[in-house]
């Protein structure tokens, strides 16, 4: 997956120049946009779409060519989404569609309405209910975002564009950058002493 890519001018070789291709169905828990999820989540790294572990790693800062991208998306194309990993964000389209809008409601479904009257509407929304600040995960965090349509779709749908990688690598950097400044904000608070923290640096194109 790595292989041809690059992160702080240093090229990255593997053993192989191809995509994994396959789909493991046991039971996990690990899996998180970046990270590790949480305990008790049901699927693992090897679970999410190519398409959105290569937006992942962009948003890292690797530097990953446009052939590897179409080959993610490819593989996606292909295999399909894993089962387990569908469950869990469909999982997250009824929790939080009805939490924005009642029972039976999906982000994907009902919820779609609200999000398609426009994107301050949304975001208008989301700070009323206070969403996505609650969720626990980038995941569920991005679901309840604005973009929550089209995360929905980057993740559960097969045919996807290069273009589409690189705007679901935006959003995850977004929202890693979101999270640290929360984080550090939070740390000030309880310790206002300590040295203010040095800010990261973005990934090379998505900064935002």
């Known amino acids: 997956m790595l292989n041809g890519g690059a992160l702080d001018g240093a090229t990255i070789h593997v053993s192989s120049d191809s995509v994994a291709d396959e789909h493991h169905d046991d039971t996990t828990t690990h899996g998180v946009a970046g990270s590790a999820a949480p305990e008790g989540s049901a699927y693992e790294q090897h679970d ?19 052939t590897i991208l179409g080959k993610a998306i490819e593989i996606d194309h292909k295999q399909g989404i894993s089962t387990r990993f569908l469950n869990y964000i469909r999982g997250l389209d009824k929790t939080i569609g009805e939490k924005i809008g009642g029972p039976e409601t999906t982000v994907s479904g009902k ?84 040295p203010a923290a040095v800010p990261t640096t973005s990934a090379p194109g998505y900064s935002s």
């Open 111 to 194: 919820a779609k309405e609200v999000y398609a009257q426009g994107h301050a509407q949304a975001r208008s929304i989301d700070e009323t209910h206070g969403i996505s600040k609650q969720a626990g995960d980038y995941y569920s965090r991005a679901i309840a975002s604005p973009f929550g349509v089209k995360v929905m779709e980057f993740y559960t749908g097969t045919r996807k564009q290069v273009q589409d990688v690189h705007e679901e690598a935006l959003r995850i950097a977004a929202a890693e950058k979101e999270a640290a400044a929360a984080a550090a904000a939070t740390t000030a608070a309880h310790n206002p002493d300590a």
């Open 48 to 66: 999410k779409p190519r398409a959105g572990i290569a937006a992942e790693l962009l948003a890292k800062g690797y530097v990953l060519s446009e």
